[in-house]
């Protein structure tokens, strides 16, 4: 589950709206405003832990109408460390002059990783372990919003892959190319 944020452990109220984004293959992104319950159902997730690869954390028993609504046989439970909020909320009350130049190119960078290469390991097999680690500092950086630039040392080949990206130049940017005695190039 690519999009979510950190598991409340809150019990679900009474006059709260709830949203069930349901994911079968693919990255899920939640936002939801403050008074709103939004959980992700990741199938791909669930199939992997029945097949022992892994734990899923149950949906908090107040979702099961959406899961019927969804026809999706998902755990739901009603224990405090049932997943009752995993969206990432937004402040209503930002407005377009406070945001960050930054922001949503972290999101735009995976997104376009994610539509040009089939798999992260293409991107090992193609250009080493080094360039998919700091490709994944940028992305960090990117997210962050800070505008900080990730230093590209002689043995990563992050331009690369940023020059076959639509938006490669955006992210370049970001990106200080060092020789391997740490001089910049």
């Given at each position: 589950?690519?999009?979510?944020?950190?598991?409340?452990?809150?019990?679900?109220?009474?006059?709260?709206?709830?949203?069930?984004?349901?994911?079968r293959?693919?990255?899920?992104?939640?936002?939801?405003?403050?008074?709103?319950?939004?959980?992700?159902?990741?199938?791909?997730?669930l199939?992997?832990?029945?097949?022992?690869?892994?734990?899923?954390?149950?949906?908090?028993?107040?979702?099961?109408?959406?899961?019927?609504?969804?026809?999706?046989?998902?755990?739901?439970?009603?224990?405090?460390?049932?997943?009752?909020?995993?969206?990432?909320?937004?402040p209503?009350?930002?407005k377009?002059?406070?945001?960050?130049?930054?922001?949503?190119?972290?999101?735009?960078?995976?997104?376009?990783?994610?539509?040009?290469f089939?798999?992260m390991?293409?991107?090992?097999?193609?250009y080493?372990?080094?360039?998919?680690?700091?490709?994944?500092?940028?992305?960090?950086?990117?997210?962050?919003?800070?505008?900080?630039?990730?230093?590209?040392?002689?043995?990563?080949?992050?331009?690369?892959?940023?020059?076959?990206?639509?938006?490669?130049?955006?992210y370049?940017?970001?990106?200080?190319?060092?020789?391997?005695l740490?001089?910049?190039?």
């Open positions: 589950m690519a999009a979510a944020g950190p598991l409340s452990g809150r019990p679900a109220m009474s006059g709260v709206k709830h949203a069930l984004v349901v994911v293959g693919g990255i899920a992104e939640v936002f939801a405003d403050r008074d709103v319950r939004a959980v992700v159902a990741d199938l791909d997730h199939e992997r832990a029945r097949r022992g690869e892994g734990k899923v954390t149950p949906l908090h028993a107040s979702f099961k109408p959406l899961l019927a609504l969804a026809q999706v046989d998902y755990p739901t439970s009603d224990a405090p460390e049932s997943a009752t909020d995993e969206a990432w909320h937004l209503n009350d930002r377009p002059e406070d945001r960050n130049p930054a922001d949503g190119l972290g999101l735009r960078l995976f997104r376009e990783l994610d539509a040009r089939e798999t390991g293409t991107i090992v097999d193609r080493g372990v080094m360039t998919l680690i700091d490709l994944w500092w940028l992305t960090y950086a990117l997210l962050e919003g800070k505008g900080e630039c990730i230093q590209e040392w002689s043995d990563s080949r992050v331009s690369e892959v940023l020059a076959e990206l639509p938006s490669g130049a955006e370049a940017r970001f990106v200080l190319k060092l020789s391997e740490g001089e910049l190039i």
